[in-house]
């Protein structure tokens, strides 16, 4: 299958675009046969996903594979340069998965206004963008990619959002487009001050950073931390995110929860940690520190909040606090724990966001003051809130657990490169325990306000207001989009390894520089 | 004659032409005062180019006489159409537009 | 000296143009009615047929020079001249129905175009004061006409008046800073300027040089010499707007590139530190001022002055002899860029102004659903401006700021920051716009017009869309153009 190794990752960056191409050239009427061709294409590309799964090599997963590199722009020394390794393969899967989910679950209830053309074309549009980011070896086409996610997701806010819509797709971009020209221009200063002018990814991380001085390493670190931090979102960067999650129709939350944030913490796994190890080792703790503040104040902010789906916007904040913080610690076992976070929150916030769209679409409203006793008006979504509820929390046994609990653990023993949070290394281990310290104490209060959250919405008898309204329980399509989430859940947090064993080389091969 | 005096009187017209573009608002003076400025760097051009012995100095005075005639027409034929609307040939009162 | 030599090969782009400028004035003349339909596809034809030498002259790739050094066709001459005539090109599709339909005279509106176009062809070859100046002078005279066409609206009088005095005080500001570098070097060549570079009085020759760059401010509209801008493109018939923001800006451009590139280039400490302010100063004030416009075409205006700061960002930090590449090819692919998203933005502007008959922003709303094919096109265009991947606008940004950290002082970083922090204030506007297109529902403008988009504006756009789109996946097209302009110097 020569020439599947050579064309996979190509095929899948650009079957969606030409999905999206046809599903334009459709004439607007016709509903039923936009559907189906925007189904059948995320469906192909995940055909595609799925034959590299099998093509993939295992026992190899440091390596980067189904590589391309061809020429793009030769005159600024950019290239065609695609690749896969144990750390975006699992990536790459995930968002090949919810794609098709997403289309299936609006399927039959497209927010208003409606339009189905536009809409699919747009979340199409999202996958080029968010799986070429993936896979992506080359800055320049990493930004390119990076940047394209923001089109799609900036009009699906905008159009099909809530009432407060503009305001938050403008915020949304403002933050996300400050933090890229940034990066863009720390990816252009690696550009002259690395040993060999150029943009590739692995060429610039197998120097290491070296001729690149402790000083410029740190300011440029600065630089693609701002880019990636504003995109993960990082506490103080993370005002845009339960803005943008309000107002986003359903099928926008779950991507922008389970794919768009990983772009961030990816890029930070991808490029920041490897090409700057210096940068990395002095921002480290900084890092962790943020990570840390953000898992206080995410878990906080939800036990203030009102608006269930407002709510699980903010354990975002508090869970994308979890993988950073393994991120943070340069290790490979951090790394490892990060990868895992960041796949098991893509599941489990997924489909918390899923039941938050479908809850809203049955009572009209998200206030949990309103809501109560789903789990007798509607007992099987009402189940499947449990659940998520209980994997969001970290409870053993399902994928969030191992999310969570690796990354607090990995703070005990961070990079002995690291700088602590007085600067040198002397102080690196407290600091970090520290962290790994009230980082549990977060795992804590994220069990409260989940629990606190169940308690409102399912449990207890439905308000008056709705007691004679007539709740749906799950019906098919959803049944179709939830079913793989919740098994994913079930199956990593039985078998982490399936996960773990994968990352795993390829982590300590991104970390290779911090475990002298 | 030394070549300075040349540039101070070409200065001296050029900056004359310059307040009157900038501060007469009937648009014939500012025309004229726009014939003034060119007429300086003519001066300067011919100073040069007599100091110099080198004739590009005059061909390019001539070249901007040329132009400078064209530039007129077109600026007279302006102020006519202006004048034909609006009956006055006085620039503050062209206003529609805000600033 | 005898009879100078004359290569007609080199100046056939010059010649094509000029007979078929005489061939549509003699037709509209001539020919009474039939004229009226033939002088619009004339001077279309004309501008395509004067890209065949053109391409012709590029496959040849030998550098010929003329006229003793005054005139020389190499790549950087032809790059531009085949820039210059497909805008040109662009600017008559533009022009076709709004002239048609309106009480104009259609003949001597494309004779005039061409003449202008004429000049930026002339300008791109011009290696001499002398020629750069008549050049330039040819460019502009014919589009203060153009500007006050619609003879009886008052409006169109004051765009042209203003833009009349401003460009006659720009001239003279130049041709006197001119006549100074005239007097300090003894020639009017560039090659033979940049080679004494001041000479005895360095002091004078900075003066000169700031009056010579200033007159191209007025002309280039950079900060502060911008103030006509505004309200000239308001004023003026859109598709003139649209041809005064893009040719006749870059044909300021082109000159500014040509006498810093060959003629001051030994000394910048005379011509670096003014473009730096012009370029900081256009970038800071035109994206600020856009930011308050209602009217789109006055949003345009200043965000076309604010382009022109980006557009000058590379060539205030070229100063430096290894950075000077990446400065002067960042300036001319910026420039080509520019031309054709801001171009397609007036395409759209004008089509909507056909269907609501008004510039206003309020007037797009709601565009998204009534037509949203050009809804689609315009968004396209304004995030090109905006710089955002994957249209055309991102490789501008980046091949500016690629000159930025090549260049690597201090003076060129802050002015990176600056591009940077005010690329994203610009989506502010743009964003506008959009918003009004998509998040809107539509407003009741009373009197609307035909909602019909014309022929040759869909082509317009669609060469437009194009470009912005190809450029913006695979920008080694212009990257490729940009770096043969400059394998020479």
């Known amino acids: ?516 | 004659m030394p070549i300075n005096y040349f540039l101070i009187l070409s200065a001296f017209l050029f900056c004359a032409g310059a307040y009157g573009v900038l501060a007469r608002r009937n648009s014939v003076l500012v025309l004229m005062s726009v014939e003034l400025m060119l007429n300086a760097v003519n001066i300067n051009l011919i100073a040069f180019s007599a100091q110099a012995q080198d004739v590009a100095g005059q061909v390019f005075a001539l070249f901007v006489i040329t132009i400078a005639a064209a530039e007129v027409g077109i600026g007279l034929a302006i102020v006519l159409l202006i004048y034909r609307n609006l009956r006055s040939p006085d620039l503050d009162r062209v206003e529609q537009l805000k600033g | 000296m005898g009879t100078p030599y004359f290569d007609y090969h080199a100046l056939a782009p010059v010649i094509v143009l000029a007979a078929v400028a005489l061939l549509a004035l003699v037709v509209d003349f001539v020919w009474k009615d039939g004229g009226r339909r033939a002088v619009p596809q004339i001077a279309g034809i004309g501008m395509l047929l004067a890209l065949i030498p053109v391409f012709t002259l590029a496959a040849d790739g030998e550098t010929r020079v003329m006229f003793g050094g005054a005139f020389v066709v190499d790549n950087y001459a032809l790059a531009f001249a085949g820039f210059f005539l497909i805008v040109g090109y662009v600017a008559v599709l533009l022009s076709y129905d709004y002239i048609d339909e309106g009480d104009y005279y259609r003949g001597e509106y494309y004779v005039l175009l061409l003449t202008s176009v004429l000049g930026m062809v002339v300008l791109a070859s011009a290696r001499d004061l002398i020629t750069i100046f008549v050049a330039i002078e040819t460019v502009t005279l014919p589009t203060f006409v153009l500007a006050g066409w619609r003879k009886h609206d008052i409006r169109s009088n004051e765009a042209a008046i203003k833009y009349f005095i401003i460009g006659v005080l720009s001239s003279a500001v130049m041709l006197y800073g001119m006549s100074l570098i005239f007097g300090l070097s003894n020639s009017t060549l560039l090659s033979e300027i940049g080679s004494v570079a001041g000479g005895d009085n360095p002091a004078l020759f900075a003066v000169a040089i700031f009056l010579t760059l200033a007159g191209f401010a007025f002309k280039v509209s950079a900060v502060p010499f911008h103030f006509w801008a505004p309200d000239t493109y308001q004023g003026a018939p859109l598709p003139v707007t649209a041809f005064l923001s893009v040719a006749s800006k870059a044909a300021g451009f082109v000159a500014m590139l040509s006498v810093v590139a060959l003629g001051f280039f030994a000394s910048p400490n005379s011509w670096q530190p003014v473009i730096w302010v012009l370029a900081a100063a256009s970038i800071v004030v035109g994206n600020l001022a856009a930011l308050r416009q209602t009217d789109v075409v006055r949003m345009l205006a200043y965000s076309s002055v604010a382009q022109g700061g980006f557009i000058l960002v590379p060539l205030a930090v070229s100063g430096d002899n290894d950075a000077a590449r990446a400065g002067f090819q960042g300036v001319l692919v910026y420039i080509l860029i520019y031309a054709a998203m801001n171009m397609g933005a007036f395409a759209c502007v004008i089509a909507n102004a056909r269907r609501t008959r008004s510039t206003e922003i309020q007037s797009f709303s709601g565009l998204g659903r009534s037509n949203p094919a050009m809804a689609v096109v315009f968004t396209v265009f304004l995030f090109s401006l905006a710089g955002i991947p994957p249209f055309a606008g991102w490789f501008a940004k980046f091949v500016m700021f690629r000159a930025v950290l090549d260049a690597g002082t201090t003076a060129a970083v802050v002015l990176g920051v600056l591009a940077a922090v005010f690329s994203v204030v610009a989506f502010f506007y743009y964003g506008t716009v959009i918003r009004r297109m998509w998040f809107h529902a539509a407003v009741d403008l009373g009197d609307t017009g035909s909602p019909r988009v014309p022929g040759a504006l869909v082509a317009a756009m669609a060469i437009t869309t194009t470009v912005v789109v190809v450029i913006g996946v695979y920008p080694q097209l212009f990257a490729k153009i940009g770096d043969l302009a400059f394998r020479a110097t």
Not at chain 1, 66 to 78: C, H, L, R, S
Not at chain 1, 496 to 508: M, V, Y
């Open chain 1, 1 to 516: 299958m020569d020439w599947f190794d050579d064309w996979a990752l190509t095929l899948a960056v650009f079957t969606p675009l030409v999905g999206m191409a046809i599903i334009l050239l459709i004439p607007r009427a016709e509903e039923a046969a936009i559907k189906v061709v925007a189904l059948l294409t995320s469906l192909v590309t995940l055909a595609i996903g799925v034959g590299i799964l099998v093509d993939f090599d295992f026992g190899n997963t440091a390596k980067m594979q189904f590589q391309v590199d061809k020429e793009w722009i030769p005159v600024i020394n950019a290239r065609y340069h695609l690749g896969i390794d144990g750390i975006s393969l699992p990536l790459l899967i995930l968002t090949m998965v919810i794609v098709p989910l997403c289309i299936i679950y609006s399927l039959d209830h497209f927010p208003e206004p409606h339009n189905p053309k536009a809409f699919l074309a747009l979340i199409l549009l999202l996958e080029v963008g968010m799986i070429g980011t993936f896979v992506a070896l080359d800055l320049v086409l990493f930004f390119i990619f990076f940047e394209v996610v923001l089109l799609p997701m900036f009009f699906m806010i905008g159009v099909w959002g809530g009432p407060n819509r503009e305001y938050a797709s403008i915020k949304f971009f403002l933050f996300t487009l400050f933090g890229s020209a940034l990066m863009l221009v720390s990816f252009l200063a690696l550009y002259f001050l690395s040993k060999r002018s150029t943009f590739d990814i692995s060429t610039l991380a197998s120097f290491e950073g070296a001729g690149i001085t402790r000083g410029t390493q740190v300011l440029l670190f600065a630089g693609l931390f701002l880019g990636f931090a504003i995109k993960v979102p990082m506490f103080p960067f993370h005002t845009w995110l339960p803005d943008a999650h309000t107002e986003a129709p359903t099928v926008g939350s779950v991507l922008l929860a389970a794919v768009l944030l990983k772009l961030g913490t990816y890029g930070f796994i991808r490029i920041a940690l490897p090409i700057l190890p210096e940068g990395a080792q002095v921002w480290a703790p900084w890092i962790g520190l943020l990570s840390v503040v953000g898992i206080i104040y995410g878990a906080l902010c939800c036990l203030a909040q009102r608006d269930m789906k407002r709510l699980i916007a903010f354990s975002s904040v508090a869970h994308m606090g979890f993988v950073m913080l393994g991120i943070a610690t340069l290790t490979d076992f951090g790394v490892n724990a990060a990868v895992f976070g960041m796949v098991a929150h893509g599941l489990i916030t997924g489909m918390l966001f899923f039941l938050a769209g479908s809850i809203q679409h049955r009572y009209h409203t998200r206030e949990m003051s309103r809501l109560g006793g789903l789990l007798v008006s509607a007992p099987k979504m009402g189940w499947i809130l449990g659940f998520c509820a209980m994997a969001s929390l970290g409870l053993p046994g399902l994928a969030g657990f191992w999310g969570e609990f690796p990354a607090v653990l990995s703070a005990f023993e961070p990079s002995r490169l690291a700088n602590g949070i007085l600067g040198n290394t002397d102080s690196t281990l407290w600091t970090f325990r520290t962290f790994m310290v009230v980082a549990a104490i977060g795992t804590v209060l994220a069990a409260g306000y989940l629990l606190w959250m169940y308690q409102r919405v399912g449990m207890g008898t439905p308000k008056p207001e709705f007691e004679d309204a007539h709740i749906h329980d799950v019906h098919r399509p959803e049944w179709v989009a939830w079913t793989p989430l919740l098994l994913g859940i079930v199956v990593f947090g039985l078998f982490p390894n399936l996960i773990f064993s994968i990352t795993n080389d390829a982590a300590s091969s991104i970390t290779r520089a911090f475990s002298g």
